[in-house]
């Protein structure tokens, strides 16, 4: 497996969001390279290449984070406040994915520093639509951003 | 007769004389000395007798005067004595008046004896009331005082409990929003695979299957709407009510403004009375006016118009606020079905909703100490009222 040239790093302990998601991100024409890992401690594995992704060159970072909020053992929020106070990862975009917008997390999500973050709707529609947008947005409106 | 004794007498005393002739001549010396001294003595006596005499008469002079003295003195003593007896009279007068008054006075006194022995007993009954209502003071004293403990150990067991239904309150909070939490989750995959089924299969399925999993798609997308719902709704009770004056011209204008209206959408005819300000967290209020406008619009669905009347009008301390609609309207006799979780009065087919609408109108009111509540005739129209705290200057 190469981790080369990732693109897009995609934090998601649910394997049916996992699946749903990546599906819509293709659907919506985001082609680009993404590494799914399932859990906040390989998420930060692959961010300082260490673990499974010891053989990742430390020169290359992700143009994109999209990070789940509720996972075991590692939370998001906790990820989140890594790569945030970390001067090498803190420019790369992190938007947070959510089951609602209710969460008493949200607020402490942006005041961490996280760029976005979208409620993965029910309604498949609006799930696919959502993600499609957050990735177009970052991918190709925010070439700049890193 | 007389003639013949002084003849014998003459001779007698002739012959006296001669016979007395030598002796008596002593005899009378003697005699005359005798009587020249008697004189002498008599004279002195007379002397004496004048002086004693001239003595009386001075005395008897002063007795004369002392006696007229005391005529006089007498006759004074007359006047005094008759100013004694009148004085005396007045006195006698005076004295039977004194009798008199001291006889009152005895009789008063003998009353006020009486008077006071009553009052003296009246007294003695008087300490013994107030002894008697001392005891009872005393425990009027020991039963407040029991009243008291009572009340603290009642108001402890209050914030005991309190605090228990507090932590019990919270627990359900985060228990009902983790719930909501994971419950989306396989909501989200079965109607997402579905949608994959109908995207990447549905050449391979009838129109009846096809059907079928639009049904899922729809209810498993329902499902989604009743978590959003119950989520909020549990959000209401975790949220800080944060009072302030609220503009309620200005928050219904904006509230009006931001209903969006598809072409083929009627848009309804708002007729807005003067609203006055009033006290309240402006974020719930607003959530109250759109709950309560939107139904006014969505029950007027099938009404030739749709008419949203707002006002507001006065009353004690309150500014009671209305929507009324001219539309579908309820049946009263459901009433107290009307403001509960997730209760409905019209079926899903003929209008769309959760039920929790008017759930969390009635929360956000209850949380400002207003109340909530509607009138309705079933297929002319229902007014909805909510009263707040007017803002007092």
């Known amino acids: 497996m190469s981790y080369h040239n990732i693109e897009i790093l995609f934090v998601e302990d649910s394997a049916d969001d996992a699946a749903l998601t990546i599906r819509a991100l293709k659907k919506g024409g985001v082609t680009n390279k993404l590494q799914h890992v399932i859990n906040g401690a390989q998420a930060l594995d692959f961010l300082y290449c260490k673990g499974d992704f010891a053989a990742r060159s430390n020169k290359e970072f992700p143009k994109l984070i999209l990070l789940d909020l509720k996972m075991p053992k590692i939370s998001g929020v906790q990820v989140l406040e890594k790569i945030k106070s970390d001067p090498n990862l803190k420019a790369i975009p992190v938007v947070m994915l959510t089951s609602s917008n209710e969460g008493p997390d949200i607020e402490k999500c942006f005041s961490l520093g996280a760029n976005s973050y979208i409620v993965k709707p029910v309604d498949s529609d609006n799930f696919f639509k959502a993600v499609k947008e957050i990735g177009l947005y970052w991918m190709v409106l925010s070439q700049s951003a890193h | ?393």
């Open chain 2, 1 to 393: 007769m007389k003639k013949n004794n002084s003849d014998e007498l003459i001779i007698a005393n002739g012959e006296i004389v001669l016979q007395n002739e030598e002796n008596t001549a002593a005899e009378l010396i003697i005699a005359i000395k005798e009587l020249a001294f008697q004189n002498e003595e008599k004279e002195h006596r007379a002397a004496e007798l004048a002086i004693a005499n001239r003595e009386l008469a001075f005395q008897n002079e002063e007795k004369e005067n002392r006696a007229a003295e005391l005529i006089i003195a007498n006759k004074e003593l007359a006047f005094q004595n008759e100013e004694k007896e009148n004085r005396a009279a007045e006195l006698i007068i005076a004295n039977k008046e004194l009798a008199f008054q001291n006889e009152e006075k005895e009789n008063r006194a003998a009353e006020l004896i009486i008077a006071n022995k009553e009052l003296a007993f009246q007294n003695e009954e008087k300490e013994k009331r107030a002894e008697e209502l001392s005891i009872a003071n005393r425990e009027l004293k020991n039963a407040e005082d029991d009243i008291r403990k009572l009340n603290d150990e009642l108001e402890q067991k209050v914030i005991e409990r309190t605090a228990q239904l507090e932590s019990v309150n919270k627990e359900l909070e985060s228990f009902s929003y983790s719930v909501s939490h994971d419950l989306r989750a396989p909501i989200r995959a079965i109607n997402g695979y579905t949608k994959i089924i109908v995207e990447d299969y549905g050449d391979l399925l009838d129109a009846d299957g096809i059907k079928i999993l639009q049904s899922i798609i729809n209810n498993s997308k329902k499902m989604g709407e009743l978590i959003d719902d119950l989520l909020a709704f549990s959000k209401l009770g975790r949220k800080q009510v944060t009072v302030s004056e609220i503009e309620m011209n200005d928050l219904v204008r904006t509230v009006k403004n931001e209903f969006v209206f598809e072409e083929n959408e009627r848009i309804p005819e708002f007729i807005v009375g003067e609203l006055p300000r009033a006290q309240g967290d402006k974020s719930l209020i607003k959530q109250v006016w759109i709950n309560l406008i939107s139904n006014g619009i969505k029950y007027s669905r099938h009404k030739e118009k749709t008419r949203i009347e707002i006002g507001a009008y006065q009353e004690d301390q309150h500014i009671v606020y209305y929507v009324k609609d001219g539309g579908a309207g309820f049946d009263m006799e459901y009433y107290d079905k009307l403001f509960g979780v997730f209760q409905r009065l019209h079926s899903q087919e003929e209008f769309e909703g959760t039920g929790i609408g008017l759930a969390i109108v009635h929360r956000i009111v209850q949380r400002h100490q207003g109340k909530v509540w509607a009138e309705s005739t079933l297929d002319e129209g229902s007014c909805f009222y909510f009263s707040l705290l007017r803002v007092n200057h």
